[in-house]
């Protein structure tokens, strides 16, 4: 892992169903959040990024699409251009596990949908959860709970949501700063929780896969 620097990952859906879509996809690299929204045809305020910048106070690059298969379209672009050429390894808090996970596998089901081919090829991947089970005496369990036990609670503020369900009802409502809001805290989370395993745990402690495809 030395050298690599670290690209935390996370979504918002609509549910957990097969059918159900994507609704934000956010990465966290140390110059800043890059954050995909799909606004369902609906048009957000113009000056969007600009309020979730001045909210947040940390550089926050926003793409807003009008339909989930134009935000996995400019996902890819994005990774392939500018994270597949990176020493970087890709990090998310159960994404994905030897016994589950949900980022991964949901975005690989709406990628299947709309036939749209994995973008992750040379990326190695991390998932944070593992290490903080295993390694640290926490009780919080969640993304929330851990970060807020071992680091504090400093980006509480900064989160409008107490669970992640409550982005779910924000998409639908068209709230789209407190979803893009509540994206960009937990990406943040996730690579403050990576640094800080990456401090007291070994290598060997880190169970890094590769997420090249078969074919």
Request: hydrophobic share 40%; proline share 3%; net charge negative.
């Amino acid at each position: 892992m030395t050298g690599l620097d670290t690209v935390a990952f996370d979504i918002e859906t609509t549910g957990f169903d097969v059918d159900d879509q994507l609704t934000v996809v956010g990465f966290d690299t140390d110059v800043g959040s890059r954050i995909f929204l799909n606004t369902d045809g609906r048009a957000p305020p113009s000056n969007l990024e600009a309020r979730v910048n001045e909210e947040l106070a940390i550089s926050v690059s926003l793409s807003i699409q009008q339909t989930e298969r134009a935000l996995l379209c400019e996902m890819r672009s994005f990774v392939e251009s500018t994270l597949a050429h990176r020493d970087a390894k890709l990090v998310a808090y159960n994404g994905e596990r030897w016994n589950g996970g949900f980022d991964l596998p949901f975005l690989r089901t709406r990628l299947c949908y709309h036939e749209i081919d994995w973008p992750f090829t040379g990326l190695p991947y991390i998932d944070a959860m593992d290490v903080f089970e295993t390694r640290f005496n926490t009780s919080g369990g969640t993304l929330t709970g851990v970060y807020e036990e071992l680091i504090g609670s400093g980006l509480t503020r900064l989160d409008p949501f107490a669970d992640s369900k409550e982005a779910v009802d924000a998409w639908e409502e068209g709230d789209f700063e407190s979803l893009v809001r509540h994206n960009v805290a937990d990406i943040r989370r996730t690579r403050s929780l990576m640094r800080l395993a990456e401090r007291y745990c070994s290598k060997s402690d880190f169970s890094m896969k590769s997420l090249d495809p078969v074919v």
